[in-house]
């Protein structure tokens, strides 16, 4: 029925080529937050551990979201391969330093994106990635008040325990 329906593809393969890309993208991301998930864990961060868990499955979603997008479009929606993730970490702030850094990535990957779309007039999609822009506002204000916390309190045992107990609470307080 769909090849009745349609005789060709709906988007165009190079929109197709750099969703696909975004989709490992995601999945990478997923995959580093799990690692520094397990890295604050062995290491009694328990809730920076916990926030990790919640930014790989966010991630997770993200990847997911996009697989969706490109299936409902039918288009090949591609399970990617990713590289090992980094386990080692030489202190708690590297690893909210590492996050900042993925976030700013992504952002630029997203912007990326939405970019090819306006080159082909693909409305619908960059419709659709308007999400994602929004999404990584948020992100990277959440990853940069993490290492603001590091500024403000140190990195000293206390001053560890202090950001510890507020790493859950940080939010993104745009509308």
């Given amino acids: ?21 975004q989709v490992q993208i995601e999945a990478q991301s997923a995959a580093n937050y799990l690692a520094m998930a397990a890295w604050c864990d062995v290491r009694g961060y328990d809730n920076s551990a916990e926030f990790y ?30 590289e090992e993730p980094q386990h080692e970490f030489t202190t708690l702030r590297s690893v909210f330093e590492r996050a900042l ?6 952002t630029d990957a997203i912007h990326n994106v939405v970019r090819e779309c306006r080159k082909h007039g693909d409305i619908a999609t960059e419709e659709f990635m308007r999400w994602y822009v929004q999404e990584q506002i948020e992100e990277e204000y959440v990853a940069r008040r993490c290492l603001e916390l590091f500024d403000v309190l140190g990195e000293d045992k206390i001053a560890l325990g202090m950001f510890e107990e507020r790493v859950l609470g940080i939010e993104y307080e745009g509308d």
């Fill in 53 to 82: 868990f919640k930014q790989s499955d966010e991630e997770r979603k993200h990847q997911l979201k996009l697989f969706h997008y490109l299936a409902d479009m039918e288009c090949d929606a591609i399970s990617p391969a990713i």
């Fill in 101 to 106: 850094e993925m976030e700013i990535a992504v």
């Fill in 1 to 21: 029925m769909k090849d009745i329906l349609r005789r060709h593809q709906i988007l165009r393969e190079e929109i197709v080529n750099i969703l696909n890309k």
